[in-house]
Each structure stands twice: as structure tokens, then as C-alpha cells.
């Protein structure tokens, strides 16, 4: 069982940054695939990001087109945290951002149903 709590979310201007960060619990951080989803009011659950390794300290990332060059994940094993770095905001980037985990598949999973565990989410809220 993992949990996941996210937090870092905000009210911010068009053209800001925000770092989320999604810790999780568990000793085997090291071994799940995370991701980054993101729900707008009236809208699909969609895919912003996600980070696969495939051991040791080489970890490959997925982004998004809309996200493409201004979002960055990261991952950081020994503080079992997985962190959404988010500059050059835009109003369309407003919605409840949630991480999601799964066991390492060494694949990029775009879809909810492959994710396992949920975070709460956390709103970010983009003003223009």
C-alpha cells in the first residue's frame, strides 16, 4: 500500500511558477512509476507527466504537449518525493493536479487506469 499527499498548489498569475510535490510512504519508493494528473471543473482526468527508472539514478520522463517545455518531474528516491515543477503558468493550466503511482513498469503509462494509488490532489489556480 502507498499513500500519497500532495501539496505546493496555489493561486498565482499567468506567466508564474509553482513546485508541487507529491510525498509518498512506503520503503519502496524506488520501485513505482509516478505521474502527474490534472482535472478542470466539467472535465477528463488528463495526463500532464510521468517518471519511469530503470535503476540507479537514470530516470526517464513524459510530458503532455501542452505542458511540453515549461513543466518539469522530478523524482527523489530518498526523500520518497516526486515534485512538478510548473513555470510559465497559463489559465488553461488551472485545474486540481493529482500524483498517481505504480509499480516500475519501464514504460510511460498516459492513462489513469494503469496507476494504482491516488493522492487528495492539490488546486492550482491560474489567474490571467
Known amino acids: 500500500q502507498v499513500q500519497l499527499v500532495e501539496s505546493g498548489g496555489g493561486l498565482v498569475q499567468a506567466g508564474d511558477s509553482l513546485r508541487l510535490s507529491c510525498a509518498a510512504s512506503g520503503r519502496t519508493f524506488s520501485s513505482y512509476d509516478m505521474g502527474w494528473f490534472r482535472q478542470a471543473p466539467g472535465k477528463e482526468r488528463e495526463f500532464v507527466s510521468a517518471?519511469?527508472?530503470?535503476?540507479?539514478?537514470?530516470?526517464?520522463?513524459d510530458y503532455a504537449d501542452s505542458v511540453k517545455g515549461r513543466f518539469t518531474i522530478s523524482k527523489d528516491d530518498a526523500k520518497n518525493t516526486v515534485y512538478l515543477q510548473m513555470n510559465s503558468l497559463k489559465p488553461e493550466d488551472t485545474a486540481i493536479y493529482y500524483c498517481?503511482?505504480?509499480?516500475?513498469?519501464?514504460?510511460?503509462?498516459?492513462?489513469?487506469?494503469?496507476?494504482?494509488?491516488w493522492g487528495q490532489g492539490t488546486q492550482v489556480t491560474v489567474s490571467s
Open positions: 498517481a503511482a505504480r509499480p516500475t513498469a519501464l514504460y510511460f503509462a498516459r492513462t489513469r487506469y494503469e496507476y494504482d494509488y
Open positions: 517518471i519511469t527508472s530503470s535503476g540507479g539514478s537514470i530516470y526517464y520522463a
